[in-house]
């Protein structure tokens, strides 16, 4: 099955339906910690209702720090960290409460390259190249160059841990 493509330079794209129904699958798998080494569960409070809402996300590393990178852009989920104040917790085997700091658009393209090369590392190169121009609509081996012209559109968080 293709990702659904977010490629286009839009504010909000909702996710399809089909989307929806496997994120709950990824929400107990990567809560439990059985999906891969990087996936794990957001939780943020909704921003309208107060109630926790948990998405499958990857996260990503980077120079010794930790980032989630909106792969669908202004994202229901980025609406509702920004309206929690950064306030989330991240889950894979255990809940740890973590501050997210949203980067300046400036700053996000070598975290998003670094998320594209690390499709190479968790999947075929197949399914790498099409999620790279599903998400962003670039190739997999696109630069650093490329990747800023569109870092705008991909929120970027870095994950603080709480101790």
């Keep these: 099955m293709k990702p ?3 490629a286009a330079r839009t ?3 909702p996710p399809a339906p ?3 129904r496997l994120n709950r699958l990824g929400v107990l798998l990567t809560s439990i910690g059985l999906a891969p080494r990087d996936a794990v569960t957001l939780q943020v409070r909704g921003r309208t209702s107060g109630r926790p809402r948990r998405i499958p996300i990857l996260r990503t590393r980077y120079l010794g720090d930790d980032y989630l990178v909106a ?3 202004e994202a229901q989920w980025v609406r509702n960290v920004r309206a929690a ?3 989330a917790a991240i889950r894979r085997g255990r809940t740890r409460q973590v501050h997210l700091e949203e980067l300046p658009a400036a700053e996000r393209a070598e975290i998003i390259l670094q998320y594209l090369w690390a499709l190479r590392g968790r999947s075929s190169a ?6 790279a121009r599903f998400y962003f ?3 997999v081996e696109a630069t650093l160059g490329d990747v800023a012209t569109i870092a705008a559109f991909y929120p970027v968080f870095r994950i603080t ?3």
Excluded: I, N, V
């Design 126 to 131: 197949t399914s790498a190249a099409d999620q």
């Design 18 to 20: 089909w989307y929806r």
């Design 137 to 139: 609509g670039l190739g």
């Design 161 to 163: 841990y709480r101790t």
């Design 4 to 6: 659904q493509s977010y």
């Design 71 to 73: 792969l669908a852009g």
């Design 11 to 13: 504010r909000y794209r």
């Design 85 to 87: 104040r950064g306030q």
